[in-house]
């Protein structure tokens, strides 16, 4: 007999979460199905829940990033066997069924969007995953910035890349990776998260909320890439502003807000999604069979996590913790529980 599935519903936009029962699906070629052992609540999954940032079709299952242990495979599928331990990115906000959702004891998954983890830790592999991949995805995928070890690293030294917002768990890796591809990396955040920042490859941390910030920045002369990784329209403001006056592009995490002079582009998109598109599967390969494993196994910095019991029955508040800014960690659960 299958075990009991156990999901927390979202039944109409912006509605309370329900815990009830959910199908138990048995994989398709090229599926696998995953306990669900760990679940890290996005902004994305927050901004959804409560003000419907993205349309979904109701009643839901939210939730795209979850580590687990595989409790069946697809007929077809050859990497993985009942008992891997796991990490996985789930098409849910892609595909736009429930039955991918990550909020829920048994996740369906596409064996393609998923990696080993070997014996890592569950919550540290959850919670690496969804913001590193939007941060690799931001700057390599759709910024254009190589993959570490490609070309000749010692020819960036000089060249220097600007992170916004590097205090939250994007931002970090996103400081991370620019500095692995060999790049001089200038970061603002808050002072708190200075020395943190300095240790994992940012040269020189400057405060976002200083009301010098752009002349401080600019000072530091001209930026090959720049991203915010918080996304917020002030940044987006004085990314804009430092490239004044030739123009060029800047990389965001979240859309609008702002109106751009003719010669700026800003460059946003949904970046975790790229390992879940067939126009990059090349990338995807990469990213779940070398680059993830070799993360989660110790060659990227984690970012802090906060772990919260409560299981399904508690995502609700977290998630509105995660949007009032009041959560300072990735937040993990266990749907188990
Ligand atoms: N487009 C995509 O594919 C995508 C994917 C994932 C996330 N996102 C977006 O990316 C943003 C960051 O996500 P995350 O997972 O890194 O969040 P997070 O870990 O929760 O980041 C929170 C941190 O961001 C910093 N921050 C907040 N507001 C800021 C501001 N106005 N200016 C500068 N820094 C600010 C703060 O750092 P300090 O402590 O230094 O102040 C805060 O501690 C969110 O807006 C999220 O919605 C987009």
New binding site residues.
């Given amino acids: 007999m299958s075990p009991q599935n156990i999901a927390a519903w979202i039944r109409s936009p912006k509605a309370d979460l329900e815990i009830d029962e959910a199908p138990y699906h048995e994989p398709g070629p090229g599926e696998i199905l995953i306990k669900n052992e760990a679940i890290a609540i996005?902004?994305?999954d927050a901004?959804i829940r409560k003000l419907a940032y993205m349309p979904v079709p109701y009643p839901f299952i939210l939730g795209s990033n979850i580590a687990g242990t595989v409790a069946a495979v697809g007929a077809d599928v050859k990497d993985f066997k009942v008992g891997d331990r796991v990490v996985s990115s789930t098409p849910t906000y892609v595909a736009k069924e429930a039955k991918w959702g990550g909020w829920q004891r048994y996740v369906l998954s596409k064996a393609e969007s998923t990696a080993q983890i070997g014996d890592a830790d569950f919550d540290l592999a959850v919670a690496l995953s969804?913001?590193l991949s939007?941060a690799v995805?931001?700057l390599h995928v759709y910024g254009g910035m190589e993959k570490p070890g490609e070309g000749d690293s010692s020819a960036h030294g000089n060249e220097k890349v600007l992170i916004?917002?590097?205090?939250?768990?994007?931002?970090?890796y996103a400081v991370q990776y620019a500095k692995s591809v060999g790049y001089t990396v200038i970061a603002?955040?808050?002072p708190?998260?200075f020395t943190h920042l300095k240790e994992i490859g940012a040269s020189e941390v400057l405060d976002?909320k200083s009301s010098e910030i752009e002349s401080q920045l600019r000072k530091l002369g001209t930026f090959k890439y720049l991203m915010?990784?918080?996304?917020?329209p002030?940044?987006q403001q004085v990314l804009s502003n430092l490239l004044q006056p030739n123009g060029g592009r800047f990389i965001s995490?979240?859309a609008g807000e702002v109106d751009l002079p003719g010669n700026v582009e800003r460059v946003?998109?949904?970046?975790?999604?790229a390992t879940q598109k067939p126009e990059f599967s090349e990338y995807a390969q990469w990213w779940y069979t070398t680059y993830l494993p070799k993360a989660i196994a110790g060659a990227v910095e984690p970012?802090p996590i906060e772990k919260r019991s409560g299981g399904l029955k508690a995502i609700q508040a977290a998630a509105e913790d995660?949007l009032s800014?009041k959560?300072?960690?990735?937040i993990i659960m266990n749907p188990q529980e």
């Fill in positions: 996005q902004p994305l901004s969804f913001p939007t995805g931001a916004w917002g590097a205090g939250g768990a994007v931002g970090g603002t955040a808050s708190r998260g976002y915010t990784a918080s996304g917020d002030t940044s995490t979240r946003y998109n949904t970046f975790e999604f970012t995660v800014g959560a300072k960690s990735k």
